[in-house]
């Protein structure tokens, strides 16, 4: 350990600024891409959790100042000072190209998460958008509101399969039907195609 400070300490200080940077936040990065992989990155356990989700601000959705994006701005920030030190003399011209990588790395993860979020869905259907559509019968229809069969509906992209009765002649299984009305937020009123 003695030697390590030793080290750190007889570097220019520019150095120690990047190197430090550098080290801190791609141990915090570790920590959250860990904590991410084994499902511990929720709102009660997420480093950067906060009261509207992942921003700093309130507005409630991603934004360039959540801990995340400022953590990737850190590691972006020191690992690009460390590799252009002796290719950039000049350090206010390092420190503007630390500075615009380290932008870069934070806006790329505000970039990709949109990107990801988007592919979230919560798969509720909403049962009146079946209006209209055809099923096909998967147990028979009673005839005349005597009893309900079921039927299997696409709905949202999935395979769905609902209670359904008919004001019609029974409708045998395997049969092709069209959906009338949504009784009771529930059960489907069909009729045979």
């Avoid at 008919?166 to 529930?186: A, F, H, Q, Y």
Wanted: glycine share 10%; aromatic share 10%; with cysteine.
């Amino acid at each position: 350990m003695n030697e390590l400070t030793t080290w750190y300490l007889g570097l220019d200080p520019s150095l120690q600024i990047f190197w430090g940077c550098a080290l801190i936040s791609s141990g915090v990065f570790a920590i959250q891409t860990v904590m991410t992989l084994i499902g511990m990155d929720n709102a009660e356990m997420d480093m950067d959790a906060d009261f509207d989700g992942d921003t700093m601000d309130t507005g409630g959705y991603m934004s360039l100042f959540s801990i995340r994006s400022l953590v990737n701005f850190f590691v972006g920030f020191g690992w690009a000072g460390i590799s252009f030190y002796n290719v950039i003399p000049v350090k206010f011209l390092l420190f503007v190209v630390a500075i615009a990588i380290g932008i870069g790395f934070g806006y790329m993860y505000v970039f990709l998460r949109k990107r990801l979020m988007r592919l979230e869905s919560n798969g509720a259907v909403d049962i009146n958008d079946s209006l209209g559509k055809e099923a096909e019968v998967y147990l028979r229809i009673p005839a005349n509101n005597t009893g309900a069969g079921k039927v299997q509906i696409s709905l949202g992209g999935s395979i769905h399969e609902m209670p359904a009765i008919t004001e019609g002649n029974e409708i045998p299984s395997g049969k092709r039907i069209i959906v009338t009305k949504v009784l009771d937020n529930k059960t489907l009123l069909v009729e045979e195609i």
